[in-house]
């Protein structure tokens, strides 16, 4: 059968040997590539989660500046508020004196009127009986008027 001689056994080995140098060297550049290529995405990744934290910082940022923005929004409008109805109470309290001011005077004009009235009647010559009737004002109070223009009228 067959007896190989060692200068092909010989042979053989350097042929394998040479293959399998060339097939582990073609794994080790393969892997070589694969290992700088998964680098090259640690990498990205690293930059990526890098420029997520930077803005995240960015974000948390701008809502703490948002939220205290909104607390002295907050807190001026509840001063402005209270200003608001402090106003609103003296406007009503002066709005109620001013109509109870007003009723005061509605009720008092009605005599102020007769008054007047009766000091016209009086300067146009009219005698006490006449004031008393078209003036409905008593006896002394006519009596006064008429007290009160002639004291006008004379000569001082």
Do not use: W
């Amino acid at each position: 059968m067959f007896i190989l001689s060692p200068l092909i056994i010989l042979s053989i080995c350097f042929v394998l040997f040479i293959v399998l140098s060339v097939f582990i060297y073609r794994q080790k550049s393969h892997f070589y590539r694969i290992n700088k290529m998964l680098k090259t995405q640690v990498e990205t990744q690293k930059l990526f989660i890098n420029e997520l934290q930077s803005a995240q910082k960015t974000v948390k940022k701008q809502f703490v500046d948002i939220k205290d923005n909104l607390k002295n929004y907050y807190l001026e409008n509840e001063q402005v508020s209270k200003q608001l109805e402090h106003r609103i109470k003296k406007l009503q309290q002066e709005s109620a004196l001013q109509k109870n001011l007003l009723e005061q005077l509605q009720n008092q004009q009605p005599q102020d009127k007769l008054y007047s009235r009766a000091f016209k009647l009086v300067e146009l010559g009219a005698d006490i009986e006449e004031v008393v009737r078209e003036c409905d004002i008593p006896l002394a109070e006519a009596e006064m008027l008429i007290s009160v223009h002639r004291n006008k009228t004379s000569p001082s």
